[in-house]
């Protein structure tokens, strides 16, 4: 009775399937055309899922391994079931590797229940939770109906009762992770996910056949010279379709939501929440069926759920009446990709969030609080304080700073950003140009020609005006010649070389940590050792996670001789300090501020001082107020110095390039346990 019933289950279950992918299909394609390479896209996919994917997978070895077993164990039992059962190839080595792939299947499903048991509050539940049932039916109904084909149990075996029993469990596996894969269901991620790793909107960000990591950060120009281009994304149908089809990989684990600080801090963001609302908008509904965190309310509660909705062509964010996502949801996005970072099915979720702000900025004027008066600002003076352009180097008077319009060529050109209109980062860069003189580094200023590098802009969402003052830059820098860019501003350091480069300037540029360990490695500074005491190191999110740059930071935090007190959350986990994505200018209310979260992480090392490398980062962090010292053993605020500043404070004066930088880092070895 098996051999007449499993067939029919396994063909019908293929059938729908094949009907709900192409379904499915359709919602992808209704976003707009995104070329992509069909044939080596699907190629390269089993690498992507076995190396990339599961690089970002394993950094939780457990469920790391669990997913192994489950879904490795799960591919091959359903290919072997089609073969064995399906088509009723009688094959005894076929009926074993069948039975070893369920029992593979069933241990990892018993893992996956256990988690279900008592989940962490960031994954989602709903529908979810009853995944590892159909997990545990799937493979133990398969198993019990191979025993007999591996001539372990009789044929005829137990009565046609047992044989609708174990059909029913085979068929309740089937309806779940084969029929629900293309119909909307649990297992949705498996098929989505697939397809998204093979035309992904961003395939520099896999690794190459040779190893090499990618890496793919800087966001896509718009076409402002194209008149019929979309100004941004409106609808869920102004996403390219491949970005639909990753929105749709979404497996709600909610590791972007536990990584995101707007969330923590309770301003109304959830990123995994977001993606589920662009699935909704393509398919046309409410998120009444969403069973995730929902977004935060800045009282301290949630945002109830049931209340957004939209269609592919329907706003996004609607003026009146029901919306799909409120406003102010976009504009608590830091950019800071802790989210992407997370990610395991690799979702873009800030490059989304750009998209639409974009539209909200460039259509319809929409940026709050100060963003309006920024962009203004950028316009009119090409910075995004207001200031006088003429008084750009006044803050460097008495250093006479070489002139790029003097010199023509020099070997660095030296970028100063913004900050040198704040009396804080006026500091660093002071420390920078010691370091650099000390140093005999040939380099050289733009001074008043020099303008914003369009980084708040192009995140606020004015692409026209990010592009006006990157031509202009550009132009600028085509007039002289140098070797390389070195800047101590992160985010200008990303954009000249992420995201110039598709306007027509490309360059070598480094961030001056990068750059001062250079210096150290080749013998050009001499420090003294650090007397000081207890440092730990911020990581930057526009060096670390957009340009990978963790290393050189410490490097030369070790050949001062300091040994850094890591944060729990550092690295590629490191905390956003609130900084980035014109978070500060938009100023969205939360429970707590991001940067106060942060420097609670710096107490709980117990550091006396915080090493920084962005000027962003120094005014957020310095800016929390310190605890109340008035309590009696309260812990004192931590000092915020900048890399350049510690080394600058370190140069050995009089002495010969190199003379103490062995030694130094000597001692520092000698202190290292």
């Known amino acids: 009775m098996l051999d007449t019933l499993l067939p029919i289950l396994i063909f019908a279950a293929l059938a729908l399937a094949a009907i709900g992918a192409v379904r499915r299909v359709r919602l992808w394609r209704q976003g707009r055309p995104s070329p992509v390479p069909l044939m080596r896209g699907l190629a390269a996919m089993p690498r992507r899922y076995l190396v990339d994917l599961h690089h970002v997978v394993a950094r939780d070895k457990a469920m790391s391994n669990t997913h192994v077993a489950t879904a490795g164990g799960f591919v091959l039992a359903a290919v072997l ?58 493979s133990l109904g398969v198993f019990l109906v191979t025993l007999p084909t591996a001539g372990m149990l009789p044929e005829d075996l137990g009565s046609w009762v047992l044989a609708l029993v174990l059909a029913g469990v085979v068929a309740w596996g089937l309806a779940e992770l084969v029929f629900g894969m293309a119909w909307g269901g649990p297992m949705k991620h498996a098929f989505a996910g697939a397809l998204h790793l093979a035309f992904h909107r961003r395939p520099e960000r896999f690794s190459d056949k040779r190893g090499g990591a990618g890496r793919s950060t800087g966001l896509k120009a718009l076409r402002l010279e194209d008149p019929a281009a979309k100004l941004g994304v409106e609808t869920p149908a102004d996403f390219t379709w491949n970005q639909l089809l990753g929105f749709d990989a979404c497996v709600q684990c909610g590791r ?120 203004d600002n950028l316009i009119a003076t090409d910075n995004p304080g207001g200031f006088d352009p003429g008084s750009r180097l006044h803050w460097a008077a008495d250093l006479d700073l070489p002139l790029m319009a003097d010199k023509r060529e020099a070997e660095v050109l030296l970028w100063l950003g913004d900050g ?61 010649r140098f070797a390389q860019i070195v800047t101590c501003d992160p985010h200008s350091f990303h954009v000249l070389k992420n995201e110039y480069g598709e306007l027509g300037g490309n360059y070598v540029v480094f961030h001056h940590s990068t750059y001062l360990n250079h210096l150290l490695e080749n013998g050009k500074l001499s420090l003294k050792a650090w007397r000081g005491g207890t440092v730990t190191y911020h990581d930057p999110c526009y060096l670390g996670r957009y340009n990978g740059e963790y290393e050189a930071p410490r490097e030369v935090l070790k050949a001062l001789g300091i040994e850094v007190k890591e944060m729990a959350r550092s690295g590629y986990r490191s905390r956003c300090c609130g900084g980035g994505g014109g978070a500060p200018i938009t ?87």
């Not at 909705?309 to 609607?318: E, L, Q």
């Not at 109340?628 to 000092?639: C, N």
């Not at 080394?647 to 346990?673: F, Q, Y």
Request: glycine share 8%; with cysteine.
């Open 81 to 138: 079931a089609i073969v064995v059962h399906g088509f009723g190839l009688e094959s005894a080595i076929l009926a074993w590797a069948l039975l070893g792939a369920t029992v593979c299947m069933f241990v990892g499903s018993l893992f996956v229940a256990r988690r279900r048991r008592n989940p962490p509050p960031r994954l989602s539940k709903g529908p979810w939770m009853r995944l590892p049932k159909s997990l545990i039916a799937f």
């Open 256 to 375: 972007c939501e536990a990584a995101c600080p707007a969330f923590a801090a309770g301003q109304p963001l959830n990123p995994k929440k977001l993606i589920q609302d662009m699935v909704v908008g393509m398919a046309g509904g409410s998120d009444a069926h969403y069973a995730g965190s929902p977004y935060p309310s800045p009282d301290g509660g949630s945002k109830p759920v049931g209340e957004h909705a939209g269609t592919p062509h329907g706003p996004i964010v609607a003026r009146e009446g029901t919306t799909l996502v409120d406003a102010e949801t976009l504009w608590s996005c830091t950019t800071c990709r802790a989210c992407v970072e997370e990610c395991p099915m690799m979702i873009e979720h800030v490059d989304a969030i750009v998209d639409m702000r974009r539209f909200l900025t460039l259509e319809h004027g929409n940026t709050p609080n100060k963003g309006a008066e920024v962009l």
């Open 420 to 480: 040198v209109f704040d009396m804080r980062n006026q500091r660093t860069l002071r420390a920078l140009v010691s370091v650099l003189r000390a140093a005999r580094v040939d380099f050289a200023v733009l001074g008043v020609d020099e303008r914003d590098s369009g980084d708040v802009a192009r995140r606020l969402g004015d692409e026209a005006t990010f592009q006006a003052l990157a031509r202009r830059n550009i132009a600028t820098l085509a007039q002289y």
């Open 587 to 673: 100023d969205i209310p939360g429970k707590q501020r991001i940067p106060d979260m942060r420097m609670n992480d710096v107490r709980e090392t117990g550091a006396e001082l915080v090493a920084v490398g962005c000027p962003q980062c120094t005014a957020m962090l310095e800016g929390v107020v310190a605890p109340d010292s008035t309590s009696p053993g309260a812990p004192t605020k931590a000092e915020i110095k900048d890399i350049a500043e510690l080394v600058a404070d370190a140069l050995v004066e009089n002495a010969a390039p190199g003379e103490s930088s062995d030694k130094t880092r000597r001692n520092a070895e000698e202190v290292a346990p």
